[in-house]
């Protein structure tokens, strides 16, 4: 409604339907003086208020980016830099013939060079358009082994990556506008309950980081590490970006390492025979459930090198010891029998094989 008329003005101007006037200044050059004619007088206001209006509207933009205070500063910086030529404008070629009946000063081709310079320099300053802006932000995204998925704030799809397309197997299928909930298939109501707490949270503001979730794709179970950040765009949240990351090796894993610590402990308890590890720094011991029940100590509980000690029988002491010590110089297994004394003075024969093992870092 603004703009449009003005191309119709540079239609009516160029068909000279009513008279131009020029006045030949010797250092501006020839001047058009627009106050002659009442279709000329009203085709100039109009101009002058679309100016107004259009800088107007610049700086509201740039007082809502207020809080960004880099893309804040930029916006006001370039809504400044047009000002200028605009107040030029309507000054010297609106104002004065029109508004004071006296002629025009043509300054404002000189106010848009000003501009010109003002924009390069704001531009190579503040980096406008860096380098990392000019680089397709989709093609960086879909090399990612991570799945991304940006979410309107009605929890429709906006993007998703190429990754994320292949892993959840989503074929060629249109994306666009479709729900989050008709692409995603949970494992269980519990996991779609997190999920959907995390939704509630990240678009209220929140973060999420490393929610572990579960999915059904193509009838295989996947596990997946949840991690969201709101979008928003001149302070308000527009959606999210969910960013979700297969575990399920790492949970493979992790189960099979479970199971082998399970077998070792059930080999330890129908062999009667336990195990420890020692950080020679801290002096600290980890002991295993069958050691502990040897030593009549409590499941889990933290004990030291000193400790057990105490529990040893003092004429073993020095053998223990020593052989300890005989550990520090090599890799070599050392075997010896001792004794411990628990509670009532009972006394236990324990037979122990020993072997050090050099961290790799630190030697």
Sequence with gaps: LIYVPAFGFVSIYNMHIFPHHFTFFKFWGWVNNHHQDQL????????????IIATAILFIYSYKLREDKSLGFQSLIIAIGLAIPTTGLIVF???????????AVPVTSYLITFLSISTVTALYKYKLFSLSELIDSELVLDELPVAVISITDTGAISYVNKYGIEFLALGDTDLQQKHLSGVLNYASNEYM????????????????????????????TYFVSVSASPLISNNNIEGALFCLRDITPLRKSIAQLQENEHSLAEAQRLSNMGSWEMDMLSRRMKLSDELCRIYDIPTGEEVTYDQLL?????????????????????????????????????????????QNHLDPETN
């Design 93 to 103: 070629q609106f104002m004065l013939p029109v508004v004071f009946k006296t002629d």
């Design 40 to 51: 000329d007088i009203f085709m100039m206001s109009w101009v002058g208020i679309q100016l």
């Design 193 to 220: 309950a997190s999920f959907t707490s995390a939704w509630s949270q990240v678009i209220q503001g929140g973060f999420v980081k490393n929610l572990e979730s579960s999915l059904v794709i193509s009838d295989q």
């Design 310 to 354: 105490q529990i040893t029988h003092p004429d073993d002491l020095s053998l223990v010891c020593t052989s300890m010590l005989q550990q520090l110089g090599g890799n070599e297994v050392s075997e010896f029998t001792y004794r411990i004394i628990l509670k009532n003075n009972y006394v236990k024969y324990l037979n122990a094989r020993v």
